[in-house]
């Protein structure tokens, strides 16, 4: 199985999407994922979880631009 995919969209917007076909793509001031769970871990760490199939990552912190002020979803 895959992993899990969390990618910036054109429009400023993100989207999510899981191996299962679970996906969902969270608009400008929406603060929380519906179908995924996305916790802060220590050390610039994050876990996003599929609320389908359970499917669960591990991943590091990282920017998508250089010099982006944009932070990662939550």
Do not use: D, H
Not at 41 to 53: D, E, K, M, S
């Amino acid at each position: 199985m895959g992993e899990i995919e969390m990618m910036p969209a054109a429009n400023g917007t993100w989207v999510m999407v899981c191996p299962c076909g679970q996906a969902e793509r969270r608009g400008g001031g929406v603060k929380a994922w519906r179908k995924f769970k996305a916790t802060i871990l220590p050390n610039q760490r994050y876990r996003v979880c599929c609320t389908a199939c359970g499917l669960c990552i591990e991943q590091r912190l990282t920017y998508v631009a250089t010099g982006s002020t944009r932070l990662p979803p939550s």
